[in-house]
């Protein structure tokens, strides 16, 4: 599927590393395949086709029940996760999703950030959504930064976003969104840095990914690999995403664009419904290996079950001394989770 879109500039040489973002953040943020296109060959493997030459490219996705009264979106039949799959897309692309409705209640998917005509709204008040067991085409579109009326410059896509069910239940999707449906959309300019790993974190009512401590799954990374989170939030609460030992940057992507950019950094950020952030770290880069916790901040939740560990491993992906006890003290020695030793 390389070679297709030649008008599109050339691809960001990552390195081969990258090509493992799929398998490693799998463990973790249940599925991070990406949808990137042409230009990131090198990079996570790409699950969208271009229908033709420099067209629109084509994704399956399939919603699905899961154990637990769950629901969630995948890229193959079977394989539905909370979150869904990572989108991803360049400024200046379209993506068609064909949506395969496999279970009995009415569904759909509906993004934030990108384009879309109102038969891909996702929402009942368009009459856009997924009967049971019918197949749906949405069209996500995106652009670059443009000169509006009057010469003022109209934003691009570009963007750290989300994607969700608006339809089960409800017009609004409440349920649908409660029970798992929805995932990340990263929309990316020319030029942006793309991760070697990648994990997906949402604040969902008083949950992380709809799981709660110890049950939130271990975030992973070896010393010194880039790693990219994106933060969604959705429900009825506010939170406060906050990560251990780690700063980040509040613009567009979570980094400097150079040492005079004079962008806030930060280690905690607002959380709210419908929100969403994502940014990139040098995991342990100051403060070393070890197991760190993110969690939010507002400490009725975090002690409620809304804290999880960000487990910088060794450059080797060796344990560090200590991180296995602490990773005992979250699961409060009663298992659950496996870490192997590496
Ligand atoms: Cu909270």
């Known amino acids: 599927m390389t070679g297709e879109q030649t008008r599109l500039p050339r691809s960001p040489r990552v390195s081969r590393r990258s090509m493992l973002v ?11 395949v990406s949808t990137l296109g042409a230009r990131t060959a090198t990079a996570a493997p790409a699950t969208g086709r271009s229908s033709r030459a420099g067209g ?15 629901y969630g979106y995948g890229l193959e039949p079977g394989k539905a996760t909370v979150p869904g799959p990572v989108f991803e897309m360049w400024e200046g692309e379209t993506l068609e999703i064909d949506l395969v409705n496999n279970t009995d209640r009415r569904l759909s998917i509906h993004p934030h950030g990108v384009n879309y005509d109102t038969a891909s709204d996702g929402s009942p008040l368009n009459a856009s959504f997924n009967e049971p067991g019918e197949t749906r085409t949405y069209v996500w579109s995106t652009n670059a930064p443009k000169k509006g009326p009057g010469g003022f410059w109209l934003p691009g896509s570009a963007g750290y976003w989300h994607y969700h069910d608006h339809a089960l239940g409800s017009d609004h999707g409440t349920e649908g969104i409660a029970k798992g449906l929805y995932g990340a959309l990263v929309v990316r300019r020319e030029g ?7 994990h997906t974190v949402v604040f969902n009512n008083m949950t992380i990914n709809n799981k709660m401590a110890p049950d939130v799954p271990i975030l992973e990374a070896n010393l010194g690999e880039r790693v990219e989170f994106i933060a969604i939030g959705h429900g009825d609460n506010f939170h406060t995403f906050h990560l251990h030992a780690h700063r980040w940057v509040e613009n567009r992507t979570g980094y400097l664009q150079g040492p005079d950019d004079p962008s806030r950094v ?8 419908g929100d969403s952030f994502g940014f990139q770290v040098v995991a342990g880069d100051g403060v070393g290996p070890g197991a760190w916790m993110f969690h939010c901040h507002v400490q009725s939740h975090s002690e409620t079950g809304m804290s999880g560990i960000f487990l910088v491993r060794n450059a080797d992906g060796s344990m560090p001394d200590g991180a296995q006890e602490a990773i005992d003290r979250y699961l409060g020695h009663d298992g659950g989770h496996h870490v192997t030793p590496g």
Do not use: F, H, K
């Open 266 to 273: 930060i280690d905690t950020r607002d959380l709210n419904p």
């Open 22 to 32: 799929g398998a490693a953040a799998g463990m973790v943020a249940p599925v991070a």
């Open 56 to 70: 629109p490219r084509r994704v399956t996705v399939y919603a699905e029940e899961l154990p637990g009264g769950l």
């Open 192 to 198: 942006d840095l793309l991760p070697d790993r990648q």
